[in-house]
């Protein structure tokens, strides 16, 4: 009999998102339940990995301590963030960051860790100066964040779990390797007619309540963090609309093509890497749409087998190139060259 598979979640956070690390914790137990359940013969099992059960008291400065007894061999990294960045420690400005800089080091030797960062939209209330100067810290480093294209949103504490729970299980599927299916049929599995009409309406308003935000508010920081809200409700809508990614991708609605590459976000098909490409044109698209295409394109460098790396290859080409043309939006230059470095760790000269 095969040996139990055990992945390892590793949380990153300050202290101000303990209600986000309990419900992250309780997510954790609840998949393990359902794969119990549902798949006792794959003896797979999830385990959360911080600092409250993985590690103890001893000599050194507390996040020494932290990375000596935790080391980096986790499977799956998760970081949380509001409005405090943490402790600051002698190589990062604080320990959740420093752990961040760890997974990211790991990871260009592999393809472990995965890595999510989510940050928390609850509004803030008046801070003090030493919040003032945390605060100012998670701007910058969710800056830094956003133009890898590691960064989620979402609307307040309460509302994490929903989220997440999304990122998590693609995370996990990923690390199976299991096939993705780029529609429901594929599958076979089906999916009631009613609950597709109300999952397509969802996906619909969420669409059009973007069209109206980019028409009705100013440009400005507070109009993306709200087109950034309804791209993560996207997200957690796009496992339900698959079929529907055709219809999505040729509509005339910006919205609507955003809904379609939250579904290539979510799940990366090798078909569909040259409709990604073609959002970078600044004639087709605008920056905050055409930011998510490549977001997307970064995903399938990351997760599509080898086997695709040469029309992933043909993919990144024609996004770069087109891309330049666009003069002061780097963001997007950004997310694609990352999508490259990843690229060439993982195909190599195939092309």
Not at 140 to 160: C, D, I, M, N
Not at 309 to 327: D, F, I, P, W, Y
């Amino acid at each position: 009999m095969d040996e139990p598979r055990v992945l390892r979640v590793f949380v990153a956070s300050p202290n101000d998102v303990a209600e986000e690390r309990e419900t992250l914790a309780k997510l954790l137990a609840e998949i393990n339940d359902v794969l119990a359940y549902l798949a006792p013969e794959e003896r797979l099992s999830l385990e959360l990995v911080r600092y409250e059960t993985h590690s103890y008291p001893d000599i050194g400065a507390p996040q020494e301590v932290i990375n000596r007894e935790i080391p980096v061999d986790y499977d799956i990294f998760v970081g949380i963030m509001w409005k405090h960045a943490g402790t600051p420690t002698s190589t990062a400005p604080s320990g959740t960051i420093e752990e961040f800089n760890r997974a990211c080091e790991r990871r260009k030797q592999g393809s472990l860790p995965r890595i999510m960062f989510y940050f928390c939209d609850e509004p803030i209330p008046l801070p003090t100066a030493t919040e003032l100067q945390q605060l100012a810290e998670v701007v910058k480093f969710r800056s830094q964040l956003a133009s890898q294209g590691l960064t989620v949103s979402y609307p307040s504490h309460s509302e994490f779990g929903n989220h997440v729970r999304g990122g998590l299980l693609r995370a996990i599927r990923d690390i199976l390797r299991e096939p993705v299916a780029s529609t429901a049929s594929s599958t076979g599995a089906t999916v009631p007619a009613s609950l597709d009409a109300l999952s397509r309406d969802a996906a619909v308003l969420l669409a059009n309540e973007y069209d109206q935000t980019r028409l009705n508010m100013r440009a400005g920081d507070e109009r993306t963090r709200r087109m950034e809200q309804l791209f993560s409700r996207m997200k957690v809508e796009a496992p339900k609309v698959q079929d529907r990614l055709s219809s999505f991708q040729q509509s005339n609605s910006a919205g609507e093509r955003l809904v379609a590459i939250a579904v290539l976000t979510m799940f990366p098909d090798p078909k569909h890497l040259d409709w990604l490409a073609s959002r970078m044109d600044p004639e087709q698209e605008k920056p905050f749409v055409a930011y998510h295409a490549a977001v997307a394109l970064l995903e399938a460098v990351t997760n599509l087998p080898t086997k695709h790396c040469t029309t992933v290859h043909a993919g990144l080409s024609k996004a770069m190139e087109l891309a330049l043309r666009l003069k002061g939006d780097p963001d997007r230059i950004t997310v694609l060259r990352h999508a490259q470095e990843e690229f060439e760790r993982k195909c190599g000269e195939v092309r």
